[in-house]
C-alpha cells in the first residue's frame, strides 16, 4: 500500500525566515511525487513535481529515496505563501492530510 | 477553456436523500479523480477513472458510485445520504502522468 505523511498540520514562521514542509512516503515502485497548493478561497493547484526538478515561486523538494522523503523548502518565506500545503505521491494520486502554513509580518 | 467544472458549489441534504455531484471537463484528459476532503484529515480519494466506461474504487468508496459514460462527465452518486458523507468534495482530472487539474469543490452537509 502507497502512503503519504505529512506530521505537521499547522507550521507559523516569520516572513524572512526559512520554511520547511515535511513529506514521507512509502510505495514499492519508483515514486512520482507532488507538491499542491490551495490559497485563501481559490482552488488546488499544482505547486512543483518532483520529475521537473524546478523551482516555484522560491520553494524547491528533492526527493530522497533513502529516506523516502519529499520535504518542501523556501530560504526565505513572504505572507503570500500562507496556505495549505499537500504532498502528493502518483498512484492513484494520494495525498497527505496537508500543513496549513501561516508566515506572520 | 473552463477546466474542470463542479456542481452545485453547496447543499444540504437530509439523511436518506440521495444526490448527484456533476463533474465536467473539457481538456479531454482521460483520468478522472472525487476526491473528499474533510477538516484536518487531507484528501481521500473516493473513486477514479481511467476513461470513458472504466471506473474503480479508491480508498473510501462506500456510500457512492459513479459512471463515465463520457471522457468530459464524471457524475459522483449518493445514493442514502449519511452525516458522515459531510464533506467537501473535489472532482479532478490529467493526462497521464500530468498535473492534478481541480475543481472548485462541492461543500455537502447531511442533516
Known amino acids: 500500500a502507497q502512503r503519504v505523511t505529512q506530521p505537521e498540520k499547522l507550521l507559523s514562521v516569520f516572513k524572512g525566515a526559512p520554511v520547511e514542509l515535511k513529506c514521507n512516503y512509502s510505495y514499492s515502485g519508483s515514486p512520482e511525487l507532488f507538491w499542491y497548493v490551495q490559497y485563501s478561497r481559490q482552488r488546488l493547484q499544482l505547486l512543483l513535481r518532483h520529475i521537473s526538478r524546478e523551482s516555484i515561486k522560491g520553494f524547491t523538494a528533492d526527493l530522497n529515496k533513502g529516506e523516502t522523503s519529499f520535504h518542501l523548502k523556501k530560504p526565505f518565506a513572504q505572507e503570500e505563501d500562507s496556505a495549505m500545503y499537500y504532498c502528493?505521491?502518483?498512484?492513484?494520486?494520494?495525498f497527505g492530510a496537508g500543513t496549513t502554513v501561516t508566515v506572520r509580518a | 477553456n473552463a477546466g474542470v467544472t463542479q456542481t452545485p458549489k453547496f447543499r444540504i441534504l437530509k439523511i436518506g436523500q440521495s444526490m448527484t455531484l456533476q463533474c465536467t471537463q473539457d481538456?479531454?484528459?482521460?483520468?478522472m479523480y472525487w476526491y473528499r476532503q474533510d477538516p484536518g484529515m487531507g484528501l481521500k480519494l473516493i473513486y477514479y477513472s481511467v476513461g470513458a466506461g472504466i471506473t474503480d474504487k479508491g480508498e473510501v468508496p462506500n456510500g457512492y458510485n459513479v459512471s463515465r459514460s463520457t471522457t468530459e462527465d464524471f457524475p459522483l452518486r449518493l445514493e442514502l445520504a449519511a452525516p458522515s458523507q459531510t464533506s467537501v468534495y473535489f472532482c479532478a482530472s490529467n493526462a497521464l502522468g500530468e498535473k492534478l487539474f481541480f475543481g472548485s469543490g462541492t461543500q455537502l452537509s447531511v442533516l
Open positions: 502528493a505521491l502518483d498512484y492513484k494520486l494520494s
Open positions: 481538456m479531454n484528459h482521460n483520468y
